[in-house]
């Protein structure tokens, strides 16, 4: 077993050799957009290294500093591509700013949903959560002020310009959420060729991950109650005493649907940036401001 004092040797050594020039590409958003499905496809790859957790080094941990961010990389080993997934660093134009002075060479993927369709799949997450209550216009009406987390996330052109400005259009590629639902593996090609992986038709992929009301799940109230003691019952998610005390309690759970007049007013809420985006990005998105489908949730 290796001691703790050796082990902080070794990542110092790693870091003392590990340089920021070293990461290749970051996904960088939208939240609800399958960028997790993205980063567990393309870890699913020996030739790519990404760390698990999302980092959110040049959001909200950039106080913890450099060798902080590449600690987190200690695993990785020669050859491989370097990356990692934060859908922060979308929505943070300081994020942006860093990125581009850190990493002006990396390669950045960005995955869009359409913003009316993420909102409601933000606020239906934070309500299995049990952060958020079942009143919807509350949190989706872009009139009311505890809209700033659903409805801003989905402000793609205002985002994106910023990326844009400060890097070269070829190291940015856009994807879309709703091409994983038709054609997942020509989206996860399209990604593994543009960060420099060799085409192979036969990579293994993740299936899209669905999440709906058909799956259990403990009540919002009673997540509230719980949340103290998460961390302690954490480590027992794999015992059988665990699974059969949470299948009793666990149901299914049941959604507020989005109202037609909510849906219109994001509608014209998200028109003119859409109709931008689609501008920047020479791309009809016009589907978006019609009525679309809800599809799965990652």
């Known amino acids: ?24 590409f970051l996904i960088i958003g939208a939240t609800k957009s399958a960028t997790t499905w993205l980063q567990k496809s393309l870890q699913a790859d020996p030739n790519v290294f990404m760390p ?12 913890r500093g450099e060798d902080w961010y590449l600690s987190r990389f200690s695993e990785a080993t ?39 369709d993420r909102a409601y799949s933000d606020y239906c997450m934070l309500y ?12 989706l009406d872009p009139e009311k002020p505890q809209t700033a987390r659903f409805i801003g996330a989905g402000e793609y052109y205002h985002h994106l310009q910023i990326y844009f400005e400060l890097f070269p259009a070829e190291q940015i590629l856009v994807t879309l959420y709703e091409t994983i639902k038709t054609e997942p593996e020509r989206q996860l090609e399209t990604v593994r060729t ?17 999440k ?12 509230r109650v719980l949340r103290p003691v ?25 959604y507020e649907p989005l109202p037609a007049h909510l849906r219109d007013a994001l ?4 028109k003119s940036d859409v109709e931008a985006l689609s501008r920047m990005l020479g791309r009809d998105l016009s589907g978006w401001l019609r009525s679309p489908t809800m599809g799965f949730s990652a």
Request: glycine share 6%.
């Open 267 to 270: 509608i014209e809420y998200y």
């Open 52 to 63: 698990g957790p999302e980092l959110h080094f040049f959001s909200r941990e950039y106080h």
């Open 194 to 210: 543009f960060i420099g992986l060799e085409p192979d038709k036969s990579a293994s992929f993740m299936r899209p991950k669905v």
């Open 230 to 254: 998460k961390p302690l019952v954490a480590p027992m998610r794999g015992n059988n005493l665990f699974q059969k005390v949470h299948g009793a309690l666990a149901s299914e759970m049941r």
């Open 212 to 223: 709906d009301k058909t799956t259990p799940m403990l009540n919002p109230r009673m997540r």
């Open 128 to 139: 299995r959560r049990g952060e958020v209550g079942r009143d919807i216009d509350r949190y």
């Open 1 to 24: 077993m290796i001691s703790t004092a050796m082990r902080g040797s070794a990542e110092q050594a790693w870091v003392a050799e590990m340089k920021m020039t070293d990461i290749d």
């Open 78 to 116: 020669d050859g491989q591509l370097i990356g990692e997934k934060s859908n922060s660093y979308l929505e943070d134009a300081q994020a942006a700013a860093r990125i581009s002075r850190s990493l002006p060479h990396a390669k950045l993927v960005v995955q869009l949903r359409n913003p009316i």
